[in-house]
């Protein structure tokens, strides 16, 4: 256990619809990961938080936005849902500080499925 | 061509058998280097971590990095069932904010 959690373990919705992911990371993180998870394109690094405010973007659409909330715990939010935002979403934290900075530790992962 | 590539495998070995894992790269920059493994259905656990060239050792596991090749290596000696999971390579440059990239991973499979 990483001691990062995710909720829910598994999403099942429409296309077009919107859905929100939860991640709170370990105990004293302050930096919060997420990535996507697909079968043809591997683990994608979508983007960062670091104390509340974003640090890093990487391949994410303009329909998923995500957020980082006093307490630490993020929130990654999918909007007008395509049958190709089907995948594994991850969240990961990892401590302040170089180098420990690198150490990134997973929580268990959304699987979202659109129909 | 992809900034890190992995042999998907799969790759199946005896127990106890030694087994080699490779990535290369084409960024010069990046300067960390870890490997992580994924068991079906949970997240990737950081397994090994290293900076720049060099070996480094954790029980069964060693990593290797060859930054002159733009090559790293995991060696597990002595494999278990247990190791049997995909391995990920990721590594990322030493400079700002610049995200950990990842290969798409290796499937292993140790037989019993």
């Known amino acids: 256990d990483s001691g990062v959690t995710q909720t829910p373990k598994h999403l099942i919705t429409a296309t077009g619809q919107r859905v929100t992911l939860r991640c709170s990371p370990r105990s004293g993180d302050l930096s919060v990961y997420w990535y996507q998870q697909s079968l043809d394109q591997g683990l994608q690094f979508l983007i960062q938080y670091y104390n509340g405010e974003e640090r890093a973007k990487g391949n994410i659409l303009e329909r998923f936005s995500a957020q980082q909330f006093p307490d630490l715990h993020s929130e990654l939010n999918l909007s007008s849902l395509e049958l190709g935002d089907s995948a594994l979403y991850f969240c990961?934290?990892?401590?302040?500080?170089?180098?420990?900075?690198?150490?990134?530790?997973f929580g268990p992962g959304t699987r979202l499925t659109v129909l | 061509q992809k900034e890190v590539e992995q042999d998907p495998g799969p790759l199946s070995v005896p127990e106890g058998a030694i087994v080699s894992l490779n990535c290369t790269y084409s960024?010069?920059?990046?300067?960390?280097f870890m490997w992580y493994r994924q068991y079906s259905r949970k997240g990737p656990e950081l397994l090994m971590y290293?900076?720049?060239?060099g070996n480094k050792e954790d029980g069964r596991f060693t990593a290797q990095v060859d930054k002159s090749s733009k090559y790293i290596s995991l060696f597990i000696r002595d494999s278990q069932p247990s190791d049997s999971a995909t391995y990920l390579c990721a590594m990322r440059a030493n400079s700002g904010n610049t995200p950990l990239v990842f290969g798409k991973g290796t499937r292993l499979s140790v037989i019993a």
């Open positions: 990961a934290s990892s401590p302040a500080g170089t180098p420990r900075y690198n150490e990134q530790f």
């Open positions: 960024n010069s920059a990046f300067q960390y």
């Open positions: 290293t900076y720049s060239s």
